[in-house]
């Protein structure tokens, strides 16, 4: 079983950044297709972007794309989500998650079989 912990969240001026942080404990004898998604207030969540497991691909949703980037730590099971230019559209509950089986990247949430707490980005105006 896997367990991830998101952290990093909190309060920023639009325009700021942030970086949030994900740590898998348990079942990491390999590396993970990881995720980003988030879910505002009274909307469905949506994806935000993907690593492969070997960090060397990456996909964005077009609304973060050019701004969000998504890395993984030295330790492979640690992935990173650096967000700049931040809008108050950004504001929401950020979740990491893992395919643990899958191959290449992964969009849909559907393919994603452990997430996280969420952590809580406000971006004011």
């Known amino acids: 079983q896997v367990q991830l912990v998101e952290s990093g969240g909190g309060l920023v001026q639009a325009g700021g950044s942030l970086r949030l942080s994900c740590e898998a404990s348990?079942?990491?004898?390999?590396?993970?297709?990881m995720g980003w998604f988030r879910q505002a207030p009274g909307k469905e969540r949506e994806f935000v972007g993907t690593?492969?497991?070997?960090?060397?691909?990456?996909y964005y949703a077009d609304s973060v794309k050019g701004r969000f980037t998504i890395s993984r730590g030295a330790a492979k099971n640690t992935v990173y989500l650096q967000m700049n230019s931040l809008k108050p559209e950004d504001t929401a509950i950020y979740y990491c998650?893992?395919?643990?089986?899958?191959?290449?990247?992964?969009?849909?949430?559907?393919?994603?079989?452990?997430w996280g707490q969420g952590t809580q980005v406000t971006v004011s105006s």
């Open positions: 348990g079942r990491t004898f390999s590396s993970y297709i």
């Open positions: 690593i492969s497991r070997s960090g060397a691909s990456t």
């Open positions: 998650a893992a395919d643990l089986t899958g191959v290449g990247i992964s969009i849909l949430d559907r393919q994603y079989d452990a």
